[in-house]
T-cell receptor, first 116, second 108 residues
C-alpha cells in the first residue's frame, strides 16, 4: 500500500510569491495534518482537517491556509512568502479525526520549500 | 521551559544499547509517540505507548513511561549503523508537540 505522498518534493520561490503544496493520504485515512519543520528544529503543527472540515489550527499567520477535498487529499497554501517560510513541510494522515489522541499520525517525506 | 525536551546528541558504538530520553509538560496525551527521521526524509513512526502503561517492548525497542515525572525514554538494543538518525518523542492530544530531537550517531 502506498504511504502518504506529497508533491512537489522540492520547490524554490521568491519572496512575496504564493505556493501550493499537495498531499495524498494513505488509502482509507480521512484525516490530514500539516506540519512545518525549520532546519534544526522539530516539526510544528499548522493544520488538521477531517472530512473536509478544519479540526485544528496551530500558531501560524493567516497567510497559511489549507483545504481538504472529497477524496481526502489536501492542499496547503502560503501567500506573500517570507524568507522565514523556508522549511520542510510535512503532511501526515491518520484514520481518526481525533488523532493523535487515539490514533497515530503517518508522515510523508515532505516538500522542501526554499524562499529566496 | 520548553514543552518537550530531549538531549541534542547521543553517540554509541555498534552493538551497544542506546537510550534516548524525553521530558514533556502536557500530561493530557493518551498516546505518546516515537518517530525517527533520516536525512532528507519525513518522520517514520517507530512505536507508541498508551499513557496508562509503564513499559512497552517492540522487538529491539523498549519504551518506558514515568507519567508522574512526565518522562519518556526509548531504548534501542543492539544498535546498528542503520539506526543513525534523529529521534523525536511526540506527546500531544490535538496535535503532536515536538522538541528539537536527539541525533543518534552509531559508530562502527
Amino acid at each position: 500500500d502506498a504511504g502518504v505522498t506529497q508533491s512537489p518534493t522540492h520547490l524554490i520561490k521568491t519572496r512575496g510569491q504564493h505556493v501550493t503544496l499537495r498531499c495524498s493520504p494513505i488509502s482509507g485515512h480521512k484525516s490530514v495534518s500539516w506540519y512545518q519543520q525549520v532546519l534544526g528544529q522539530g516539526p510544528q503543527f499548522i493544520f488538521q482537517y477531517y472530512e473536509k472540515e478544519e479540526r485544528g489550527r496551530g500558531n501560524f499567520p493567516d497567510r497559511f491556509s489549507a483545504r481538504q477535498f472529497p477524496n481526502y487529499s489536501s492542499e496547503l497554501n502560503v501567500n506573500a512568502l517570507l524568507l522565514g517560510d523556508s522549511a520542510l513541510y510535512l503532511c501526515a494522515s491518520s484514520a481518526s479525526g481525533t488523532a493523535p489522541y487515539n490514533s497515530p499520525l503517518h508522515f510523508g517525506n515532505g516538500t522542501r520549500l526554499t524562499v529566496t | 521551559g520548553e514543552d518537550v525536551e530531549q538531549s541534542l546528541f547521543l553517540s554509541v558504538r555498534e552493538g551497544d544499547s542506546s537510550v534516548i530520553n524525553c521530558t514533556y509538560t502536557d500530561s493530557s496525551s493518551t498516546y505518546l509517540y516515537w518517530y525517527k527521521q533520516e536525512p532528507g526524509a519525513g518522520l517514520q513512526l517507530l512505536t507508541y505507548i498508551f499513557s496508562n502503561m509503564d513499559m512497552k517492548q517492540d522487538q529491539r525497542l523498549t519504551v518506558l513511561l514515568n507519567k508522574k515525572d512526565k518522562h519518556l525514554s526509548l531504548r534501542i538494543a543492539d544498535t546498528q549503523t542503520g539506526d543513525s538518525a534523529i529521534y523525536f518523542c511526540g506527546p500531544g492530544r490535538r496535535a503532536l508537540t515536538f522538541g528539537s530531537g536527539t541525533r543518534l550517531q552509531v559508530q562502527p
